[in-house]
């Protein structure tokens, strides 16, 4: 009996030892974060988030040059890139206003290129000269700066009676000189001759 005592007072560290290892085991497990999902990966998790946003920019000389609208901003820092929804562009240059509107928007890693997607709608103010001018597609990329914008897939434009469509667009001067390419058709206002 003396024998077996001894042998428990021996082994009773041990077991002591033992069942407390296991239980940090345990706590340290039970306790661990989980492993991150494909979904929240760094590269795809947003690093920040803003709401009813009101972006205004100005140009060297101090004058408004534009202004970003949307409901709701995030910015991935894996790609430098914002991603904007319901997104409205308004463009201040020589005197007039263009405003774009889209379902969807990207701007680019240093805010120099926006693109617009998915029920894409542009309209430039008319002046003495020039009607309003309205453009729709489902694509649209606006460099601001150099007043310049592309689309690779089909667009409408509409200038007062003058209608046209074509598979692709490149313009500058904030849709003042187009090059419409691709299948192109245009309607032009009929003009009455004098007899």
């Given at each position: 009996m003396r024998g077996l005592l001894n042998l428990i007072y021996r082994i009773y560290p041990l077991v002591i030892a033992a069942?407390?290892?296991a239980g940090a085991i345990w706590l340290e497990r039970a306790t661990r974060s989980p492993e991150?999902?494909?979904e929240a990966t760094p590269s795809q998790a947003p690093d920040f988030i803003a709401r009813a946003v009101h972006i205004v920019g100005f140009a060297k000389d101090g004058k408004l040059y534009y202004t970003l609208e949307s409901p709701y901003?995030?910015?991935l820092s894996s790609t430098d890139s914002t991603r904007i929804e319901h997104p409205?562009?308004?463009l201040f240059t020589q005197?007039?206003?263009m405003q774009i509107n889209a379902d969807h928007g990207e701007v680019g890693p240093k805010g120099e290129r926006v693109d617009f997607t998915d029920n894409v709608e542009a309209e430039r103010e008319?002046?003495?000269h020039d009607p309003p001018l309205h453009l729709s597609s489902q694509q649209l990329t606006v460099w601001p700066q150099e007043q310049r914008a592309v689309s690779n897939v089909p667009v409408?434009?509409?200038q007062g009676e003058t209608r046209a469509s074509a598979n692709k667009l490149e313009a500058d001067s904030v849709f003042g000189e187009m090059k419409l390419s691709g299948k192109v058709r245009m309607h032009l206002p009929h003009t009455k001759?004098?007899?």
């Open positions: 069942l407390l290892a991150p999902t494909a901003l995030e910015h409205e562009l308004h005197g007039r206003r008319g002046d003495s409408r434009i509409t001759r004098n007899p």
